[in-house]
């Protein structure tokens, strides 16, 4: 059953604390991204990774950091330096980095800070 | 830089009459584009695609768009709304290295 799993589906979070969101996949993708969506906007990219080892900023890293050890991981933290951290966070994947390629969505981590 | 619009961010529709959800794009490059629909706390799921072949491109549950390079617009449309068809819909376009742009999104509800 392949497919992209994010974990956990709801995260709280206390101010001051770094907290890191999963993603796996197992569709032998080479590119993964994270989006962050806030209610009545679109999805923004916060980092992408094309390759393993390899990650560049999006539009809005300031506050994230992510690594990419391994093809099938890409795990997104949440740094206490992040000043708006209430969102729902989304991961994808996609074959390669091609602008054909289609980005395959996870189910997504609720964050909440309290 | 790329930029995607969606006009009507909430569009009611009655059961069984036909959906039309507007998008329109500014791309540097040959664009592709993209719609997907989102259910509530759910990822998002691809409807169809447009990578540079056929204008007018069929996707899943009915829906189709078609690609106006004139009028740079990726316009979606149904023939006939059901209600599992209440959802959020996203216009997106894609760059060279496939870093996506979303517009605001379409909230769609459909009325009995």
């Known amino acids: 059953d392949g497919g992209i799993t994010q974990s956990p589906k709801y995260l709280f979070r206390k101010e001051g604390q770094n907290v890191t969101l999963s993603c796996e996949q197992n569709l032998n993708h080479d590119a993964m991204y994270w989006y962050r969506q806030d209610p009545g906007q679109g999805l923004r990219l916060i980092y992408y990774?094309?390759?393993?080892?390899?990650?560049q900023k999006g539009d809005i890293a300031e506050g994230y950091s992510v690594s990419r050890e391994k093809k099938e991981s890409f795990p997104l933290t949440v740094t206490s330096a992040q000043k708006n951290p209430t969102a729902f966070y989304l991961c994808?994947?996609?074959?390669?980095?091609?602008?054909?390629?289609?980005?395959?969505f996870g189910p997504g981590t609720r964050l909440t800070v309290l | 830089a790329q930029s995607v619009t969606q006009l009507d961010s909430h569009v009611s529709v009655s059961e069984g009459t036909p959906v039309l959800l507007r998008c329109n794009y500014s791309s540097s490059y040959s664009p592709s584009l993209f719609w997907y629909v989102q259910h509530p706390n759910k990822g998002l799921q691809l409807l169809l695609k447009y990578t540079s072949a056929a204008t007018l491109v069929k996707g899943i549950n009915g829906f189709e768009a078609e690609f106006k390079k004139s009028e740079t617009s990726f316009h979606l449309t149904k023939p006939s709304a059901h209600m599992s068809d209440a959802a959020e819909y996203f216009c997106?376009?894609?760059?060279?290295?496939?870093?996506?742009?979303f517009g605001k999104g379409n909230q769609v509800v459909v009325i009995p």
């Open positions: 990774s094309q390759i393993v080892n390899d990650f």
């Open positions: 997106v376009v894609s760059d060279p290295n496939n870093r996506l742009a």
């Open positions: 994808a994947s996609s074959i390669a980095g091609a602008r054909t390629d289609t980005q395959y």
